[in-house]
């Protein structure tokens, strides 16, 4: 990708349980964002996280921020069948916004 | 507001055609993003609008590739002439400002050329 990798490519988990993705990048960022992208749909905005921040909550969202590991990862608690979808981070930086490779969620009911 | 509108949704044409992709931005949006989406390369910024003015298009694959904001409210994304390998979905994002909001998404355009 122009930016980053996510990790894992593909997640299968049961109802209710926790889901964790990780999004490694490569450049120095003002903020990184997360996505969600139902299958033959537009992206979804989650949440944002800025620089200077280590930590946000967003509902069951929770992401974290390594700017001098350039990581993050985004928490899903509680998991619902309807969460089932693909997972995007993006890095925003001065004249761009990028996109990670994705990682691809599966709820099982 | 209805959202960052895209047209055509479905396009299917010939190689050597030139294919045209419509976007309407947010109202009230100073940034507009065109992005490919493929199987093999994931999501690619090709080109960034502000202000209506082109800020970056190192992501532009090819000369054959051109896009125009000529107003806020409308943005176009030329490919001529069009090969099979432009087969992707064409995303257009708009956001109130660049200093670090969400991105809005459209629909997407589904291109094959054949």
């Known amino acids: 990708s122009q930016q980053g990798e996510e990790d894992p490519q593909a997640l299968s988990i049961q109802e209710g349980e926790n889901a964790t993705m990780n999004c490694s990048y490569k450049?120095?960022?003002?903020?990184l964002q997360w996505y969600r992208q139902n299958s033959g749909r537009g992206l979804v905005h989650l949440i944002l996280?800025?620089?200077?921040?280590r930590e946000k909550h967003s509902g069951r969202l929770r992401v974290t921020l390594d700017t001098s590991k350039k990581s993050s990862s985004l928490l899903i608690t509680a998991s619902r069948a309807a969460d089932t979808a693909s997972y995007f981070c993006?890095?925003?930086?001065?004249?761009?916004?990028?996109f990670g490779t994705g990682t691809r969620l599966t709820v099982i009911p | 507001d209805a959202g960052v509108i895209q047209s055509p949704r479905h396009e299917v044409t010939e190689m050597g055609q030139e294919v045209t992709l419509r976007c309407k931005p947010i109202?009230?949006?100073?940034?507009l993003f065109w992005y490919r989406q493929t199987m093999m390369r994931g999501l690619e910024l090709l080109i960034y609008?502000?202000?209506?003015?082109?800020?970056?298009d190192s992501g532009m694959p090819e000369d054959r590739f051109s896009a125009k904001m000529p107003n806020a409210s409308f943005s176009t994304l030329k490919i001529q002439p069009s090969e099979p390998r432009d087969s992707a979905v064409y995303f257009c994002?708009?956001?109130?400002?660049?200093?670090?909001?969400?991105?809005?998404f459209g629909q997407g355009t589904r291109l094959t050329v054949v």
């Open positions: 994002a708009s956001s109130r400002d660049f200093g670090g909001t969400e991105a809005f």
């Open positions: 450049t120095s960022i003002n903020n």
């Open positions: 996280i800025r620089s200077n921040e």
């Open positions: 993006a890095t925003q930086g001065a004249n761009n916004l990028f």
């Open positions: 109202s009230g949006h100073n940034s």
């Open positions: 609008f502000n202000n209506n003015v082109p800020i970056d």
